[in-house]
């Protein structure tokens, strides 16, 4: 069956003058042009429907008239309760029901508490039933808790006295029936301590801090190649005042990086990895919180590991001995700020709290009684190490030890938005090379109250507004010397690796995961033979306030991008479009080296442009849900639907 014939008998994603493989170049849709999507059932194909349609279909609460077209749903594997039922006397086998059961909502109490849940789990019944329960498992260990129960006929119940300050109360915590006798089990090992500070000997000359510029020299990405300083060339504010995301462009100077093996260049589609610091207000409070006196934080000391890769990004795990301070290994090497709290080091926390209440909470933390409320704490707000000891003020462990525990700094990776090969700045007679990135500063609310960002976009933001102030005062950016420590990575990422010199391609972004699809169009158009082959939906919220590098593509943008607002005009989402967007997208990906990228947010513009990709494949392709994602799936294995997505 050609594509016209397919096309004639899928109608559920119309042809218009906005979507045909003849003319599939993206335009400014006609409201009267564009029906709405409905997909098409087919009888021989039935597709899965969603849980919700499952267990409401035999419900006395369900009605014809609210859903007439309601396909039938078809079988399924038997049910949880269908494996109980036949597994009630007999623990080690499980006969399956003759013929598969029409599927209906539960009604049926598997487990009252988590010793039934632990019951199933660990039961050997012919690995169906685990296989079932896993599917519904958050895999936190919430089923492996006991249950702390008060007892009434204790005479030394002494009730546990809540901290009163703002960072405790910022952990909604739900202590229940705790008190000071409470009987708590399995309490989690206090974690080993592996690094050791020792006093530097007079003969051992201490290199120069460059604390607040730079990391320290083993510090080290890959070795034998250090961490880069580039020089910030240039940085502005992509998006307007009233954007809900600040955005920022950066011109990093990269004329002096040094040669690696292979003669590894910068790449379209490629990205570079900043070593962002932790924030110096930040750190200096957790010295406040510890109690470590201000003349011994920058202070050389000789650091000793036991084990481990810390306080190194990459390499082997060994021993260590380094010169180092105090300061240094809370800016650049220990993450205070983007792990959720581990039972571990609760468990540090709670050995040296002094106050009896305090201890009780964080044991209780890390026990099999508090396992519900460590999960809440996971996945809750946010939690940082500094509000974690505002919260249990008693408790201020040796800075050895808590190092021993933290996870490990790691840098954060940012796509290239230009074509590498072309971007040069002149200076009297000499050529800067520049490298170009974007970065969206993500923001949430800290337990102050105030606005908290993450570690590699609140320090790039921080960059950039000293470079901004500085033109306001009219100095040169330059005269800063403001710095970014970078190093080349990822250059065979998938947008990098799957970039083409030939064939069709539709880049598909939201937000900043448009940024590397600019260097994609900019590389593309240096070839006639392609200059007619890249199309580019882009996803904003309000394209004044929002829209990335606008007029900035170096090339008449409406003929290659296709701009979609989601809070202005007809207020669509990016894969609403790609819907309306069928047959363009049907023809590229079935084109000789037709090529689908998908850049941006997981959550959200991510998920739902693969649902719409599924979609495309079902209507244009004649399949139904499991074949079309099949089908994408096999175009992700061949290299024809990349999807860099976070």
């Known amino acids: 069956m050609n594509h016209r014939q397919t096309s004639q008998q899928h109608q559920c994603i119309p042809e218009t003058s906005t979507s045909h493989p003849h003319d599939p170049i993206p335009h400014e849709p006609d409201p009267a042009s564009i029906s709405e999507y409905h997909p098409a059932s087919n009888g021989s194909h039935p597709s899965p429907q969603s849980s919700a349609h499952s267990l409401v279909e035999d419900s006395p609460f369900s009605s014809d008239s609210e859903s007439p077209q309601t396909p039938q749903t078809p079988q399924t594997d038997p049910q949880v309760d269908d494996v109980l039922e036949q597994t009630k006397n007999a623990e080690t086998t499980v006969v399956m029901p003759s013929s598969p059961r029409k599927r209906r909502a539960s009604t049926k109490l598997i487990a009252q508490g988590p010793s039934d849940v632990r019951r199933i789990l660990s039961s050997r019944v012919g690995e169906g039933g685990i296989r079932l329960i896993e599917k519904v498992c958050c895999g936190g260990g919430c089923c492996f808790m006991d249950a702390l129960e008060e007892d009434p006929a204790s005479e030394t119940f002494l009730p546990v006295v809540i901290p009163d300050n703002d960072a405790f109360r910022s952990l909604q915590l739900k202590l229940g029936p705790l008190s000071l006798d409470s009987h708590l089990s ?64 950066f011109d990093l100077d990269v004329t002096n990086y040094p040669e690696e093996s292979g003669n590894v260049d910068f790449v379209v589609g490629g990205a570079i990895g900043v070593c962002a610091p ?53 800016t650049w090497c220990s993450d205070v700020q983007s792990y959720p709290p581990s039972k571990q080091l609760l468990r540090l926390l709670a050995e040296y709290a002094e106050a009896p209440n305090e201890k009780k909470i964080l044991l209780y933390l890390s026990s099999a009684q508090g396992q519900a409320a460590f999960c809440d704490l996971r996945t809750g707000p946010h939690i940082t190490l500094a509000q974690l000891l505002n919260a249990f003020p008693s408790s201020k462990p040796p800075l050895p030890h808590l190092l021993s525990t933290l996870n490990a700094l790691m840098p954060r990776f940012y796509s290239l938005s230009q074509d590498p090969q072309v971007s040069c700045t002149r200076e009297g007679v000499n050529c800067r090379r520049l490298i170009e990135i974007a970065v969206t500063v993500h923001e949430t609310p800290n337990w102050r109250g105030g606005p908290r960002t993450g570690v590699g976009s609140g320090y790039l933001e921080r960059v950039a507004k000293k470079a901004l102030d500085a033109e306001k005062a009219g ?24 970039f083409a010199t030939d064939g069709p391609m539709l880049l598909i972004g939201a937000g900043v995961g448009v940024a590397p699809f600019r260097g994609f169009v900019q590389r593309r158009l240096k070839s006639a033979n392609c200059a007619n082959k890249v199309w580019v939906l882009q996803g904003v919220r309000d394209s004044l306030l929002d829209e990335l590098y606008s007029g900035e593509w170096g090339v008449h943008e409406d003929t290659v991008k296709k701009v979609v607002q989601s809070r202005r005009g007809e207020g669509r989402y990016v894969q609403e479009e790609v819907r309306h967007q069928a047959d363009l997208v049907w023809f590229i990906i079935n084109a000789l080296d037709g090529r689908v990228f998908v850049c941006g947010s997981s959550k959200g513009m991510g998920e739902g442009v693969e649902k ?33 997505t976070w």
């Open 186 to 249: 399995n309490i989690v090992d206090l974690p080993s301590q592996i690094v050791s500070f020792i006093s530097l000997s007079k003969d051992v000359q201490a290199a120069p801090s460059t604390v607040h510029q730079h990391p320290p020299t083993f510090v080290t990405p890959h070795p034998p190649y250090e961490v880069f300083s580039a020089k910030v060339h240039h940085a502005r504010e992509l998006t307007k005042l009233g954007a809900e995301k600040r955005t920022y462009h």
């Open 475 to 498: 100095t040169k950016p330059l005269e800063l010397d403001l710095r970014v420590p970078m190093f080349r990575g990822l250059m065979a990422n998938p947008l990098a690796r799957e």
């Open 278 to 330: 932790n924030p110096e207000e930040l750190v200096t409070e957790i010295f406040d919180l510890l109690n470590i006196p201000s003349y011994v934080r920058d202070k050389s000391v000789v650091m000793k590991t036991q084990s481990g890769r810390w306080p190194t990004i990459w390499g082997d795990e060994m021993a260590r001995e380094l010169v180092t301070t105090r300061r240094e290994l809370l």
């Open 612 to 644: 719409a990709l599924v979609d495309v494949a079902m209507c244009k392709g004649n399949l139904n849900q499991e074949e079309a994602e099949g089908f994408w799936r096999g175009k992700k294995d061949g290299g024809q639907y990349i999807a860099e």
